[in-house]
């Protein structure tokens, strides 16, 4: 129903920014949350950031204050804005929406989401 497609990502040194776009395309459908998942190698995907709704927020403790997450309804991009970047946000990171009913309750869990994009590298090199 929905594709997501992530850019953006690349390698940038430690305190430096980076910007991650997501673009939707498809057969346009409700999108009752969005928001950015990352997986370091070996480790479980986990939690940055989302939209619940059309005006909730909701961050990582490990991100909030550095990164920002917004979009462009006109454009359907979703963005992540990551700021003093460190070492530890090295990941592939993920775009993901909430295009149906998944059963999941638990927003911050990656089962909640129906649809990913395929992800794009980010590396913070010190």
């Known amino acids: 129903q929905v594709q997501l497609v992530e850019s953006g990502g690349g390698l940038v040194q430690a305190g430096g920014s980076l910007r991650l776009s997501c673009t939707a395309s498809?057969?346009?459908?409700?999108?009752?949350?969005m928001g950015w998942f990352r997986q370091a190698p070996g480790k479980a995907r986990e939690f940055v950031a989302n939209?619940?709704?059309?005006?909730?927020?909701y961050y990582a403790a490990s991100v909030k204050g550095r990164f920002t997450i917004s979009r462009d309804n006109a454009r359907n991009t979703l963005y992540l804005q990551m700021n003093s970047l460190k070492p530890d946000d090295t990941a592939v990171y993920y775009c993901a929406a909430r295009t149906g009913t998944t059963g999941a309750s638990v927003h911050t869990a990656p089962s909640f989401y129906d649809a990913w994009g395929q992800g794009t590298q980010v590396t913070v090199s010190s």
């Open positions: 498809g057969r346009t459908v409700s999108r009752s949350a």
């Open positions: 939209f619940i709704g059309s005006t909730t927020i």
